[in-house]
T-cell receptor
Framework: QKEVEQDPGPLSVPEGAIVSLNCTYSNSAFQYFMWYRQYSRKGPELLMY????GNKEDGRFTAQVDKSSKYISLFIRDSQPSDSATYLC????????????FGTGTQLKVEL | EAGVTQFPSHSVIEKGQTVTLRCDPI?????LYWYRRVMGKEIKFLLH????????ESGMPNNRFLAERTGGTYSTLKVQPAELEDSGVYFCASSQSSNTDTQYFGPGTRLTVL
């Protein structure tokens, strides 16, 4: 069983839609949670970084962490075609030092 | 400020050959990480340098992989001899401090072993 589960998609939404991306994890020792965005042929780029349970907002992006359910989410409001990318959740902790443990990534396409 | 750079961007080699990948971290970043993504799978950790020392190499798949970071600046990852299952995208990341600081990723090297 993978430590981090993420639906690979693809997910296709119309421009302006609210997008919800999710990951579940099994290791309760994970303490830091990140969302990365990866465009084709590029490296992952950090979008959001959270530590505690609850919500964190940055512009059109909201990251949500529920440690009791081992569930994290990323919401994108007013989605744009430029948001089309692969979104990766990643976590640190679990006795694994500073290494990131990734989900497989969800491919998102925002259509005009 | 220049980001993390990796060279080459793409390498195609035959099984049994040797390949060396290079990573130049962001200037001043002591921490350097190597990750790999094989097709259809998640990005997985390979190893972590702090300056020139290997902090954690628990993700290295086998002894055909050798990573170095002489002088604590750039790093190389050598695969010798390469096998088919080594194909994938190799990412390098760097961070400033040895805690949970943000890791900045390079564009990756796409390795194809035929």
């Amino acid at each position: 069983q993978k430590e981090v589960e993420q639906d690979p998609g693809p997910l296709s939404v119309p421009e302006g839609a609210i997008v919800s991306l999710n990951c579940t994890y099994s290791n309760s020792a994970f303490q830091y949670f990140m969302w990365y965005r990866q465009y084709s042929r590029k490296g992952p780029e950090l979008l959001m970084y959270t530590y505690s349970s609850g919500n964190k907002e940055d512009g059109r992006f909201t990251a949500q962490v529920d440690k009791s359910s081992k569930y994290i989410s990323l919401f994108i409001r007013d989605s744009q075609p430029s948001d089309s990318a692969t979104y990766l959740c990643a976590m640190i902790g679990g006795g694994g030092g500073n290494k990131l443990t990734f989900g497989t990534g969800t491919q998102l396409k925002v259509e005009l | 400020e220049a980001g993390v750079t990796q060279f080459p961007s793409h390498s195609v080699i035959e099984k049994g050959q040797t390949v060396t990948l290079r990573c130049d971290p962001i200037s001043g970043h002591d921490n350097l990480y190597w990750y790999r993504r094989v097709m259809g799978k998640e990005i997985k950790f390979l190893l972590h340098f702090v300056k020139e020392s290997k902090q954690d190499e628990s993700g290295m798949p086998n002894n055909r992989f050798l990573a170095e970071r002489t002088g604590g600046t750039y790093s190389t990852l050598k695969v010798q001899p390469a096998e088919l299952e080594d194909s994938g995208v190799y990412f390098c990341a760097s961070s400033q401090s040895s805690n949970t600081d943000t890791q900045y990723f390079g564009p990756g090297t796409r390795l194809t072993v035929l």
